[in-house]
């Protein structure tokens, strides 16, 4: 048998098929886009391995997964393609819509057609699990309890509410087709191969290249941390024995504040790599006009994963940024191979030219 997933060629996605491969004797089989977060050379380990199948195809695009699904006799699918960014779903929400949105629908309706026609017991075997993130349950004050399964959704970014309303379609399909989906909730990833828009690479990058280091308000806004190995690992325990119809919240109990987060790699930097004029990494923090409709604070009550199907993570958030630093430290020419045109273009939109 064979799994498929979706957007393995971004973050968390090349992540989860380095790990299938390295751990798994079943192949997979990845589709991919290929947008500006997508990444082949995250996948060039891969490129002689006959258990791994690029495809690069838009999960828009329902006769390609169709017939991807009949081919390979595909026994679960992965759904980890989308527009991740909230900053860009601020300046542009459209491609979240057709992605997130669209985009789960029509992989939903590939399933449900291939699923259909499934005999016993591949029929009853047969997952999809849906990739999504805590950002759905919206923001928390700082004496509120982190999320659990059962909080409300209140989607505040356009990318947050295009998640939640695949996270709706992929219930329903299951509710009313009966097709056996399972849902996970994460909270924010960190580690190797993140595109360096994100809070953490880009910090990492622009600190190593003597540049600011942007903090949006206060800095004191807070996510809770998980490194993506970690992720991938709940996703491999929920595939594996996670029950049909259920929700689970994936997280590894590390809130910080970005402002601690932006200080803790700083502080890694002045071990493993002083600037060469003395001077401390933090001293480049430039405050810089808030995002819009910024949450405050996320948090993820992941009992149910533990207590039901018995998963922990391996990193604590020091042991994960000190691998994530070195890894980006040791990566130097991944990061430089994105930071090109596209890439400027984005920091003007964002940063304007406020940041040295
Ligand atoms: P990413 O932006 O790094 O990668 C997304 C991948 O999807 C890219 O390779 C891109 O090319 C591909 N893609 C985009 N549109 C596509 C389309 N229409 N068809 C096929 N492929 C397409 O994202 P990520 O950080 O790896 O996130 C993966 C999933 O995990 C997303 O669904 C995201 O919502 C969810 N998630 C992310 C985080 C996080 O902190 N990064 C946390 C929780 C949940
Ligand atoms: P990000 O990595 O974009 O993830 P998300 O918005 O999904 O949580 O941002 C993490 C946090 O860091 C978020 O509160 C916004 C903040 N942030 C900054 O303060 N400065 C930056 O330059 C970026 C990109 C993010």
Known sequence: MTILITGGAGFIGSNFALDWVRTSVEQIVNVDKLTYAGNLSNLDSLRDNHNHVFVRADINDYSVVLNLLQTYKVRAILNFAAESHVDRSIHGPRDFIETNIVGTFNLLEAARAYWGEL???????????????????????????????????????????????????????????????????????????????????????????????????????????????????????????????????????????????????????????????????????????????????????????????SWQPDETFESGIRKTVEWYMGNQAWTEAIVNGEYRTWLEKQYGNTLS
């Open 119 to 309: 005999a016993e017991p591949e029929r009853q075997k047969f997952r999809f699990l849906h990739v999504s993130t805590d950002e759905v349950y919206g923001t928390l004050t700082a004496a509120q309890p982190a999320f659990t399964e059962m909080n409300q959704y209140q989607p505040n970014s356009p990318y947050a509410a295009s998640k939640a309303a695949s996270d709706h379609l992929v219930r329903a399909y299951c509710h009313t087709y009966g097709l056996p989906v399972i849902t996970t909730n994460c909270s924010n990833n960190y580690g190797p191969y993140q595109f360096p828009e994100k809070l953490i690479p880009l910090t990492i990058h622009r600190a190593l290249s003597g540049k600011e280091l942007p903090v949006y308000g206060d800095g004191q806004q807070v996510r809770d941390w998980l490194y993506v190995k970690d992720h991938c690992s709940a996703l491999r325990r929920v595939l594996e024995v996670g029950a049909v119809g259920e929700v689970y919240n994936i997280g590894g109990n590390n809130e910080k504040t970005n402002l601690d987060v932006v200080k803790v790699i700083c502080a890694l930097l002045d071990e493993l790599k002083p600037r060469a004029d003395r001077q401390l990494y933090e001293l480049r923090v430039a405050f810089v006009a808030d995002r819009p409709g910024h949450d405050r604070r996320y948090a993820i009550d992941a009992t149910k994963l533990a207590t039901q199907i």
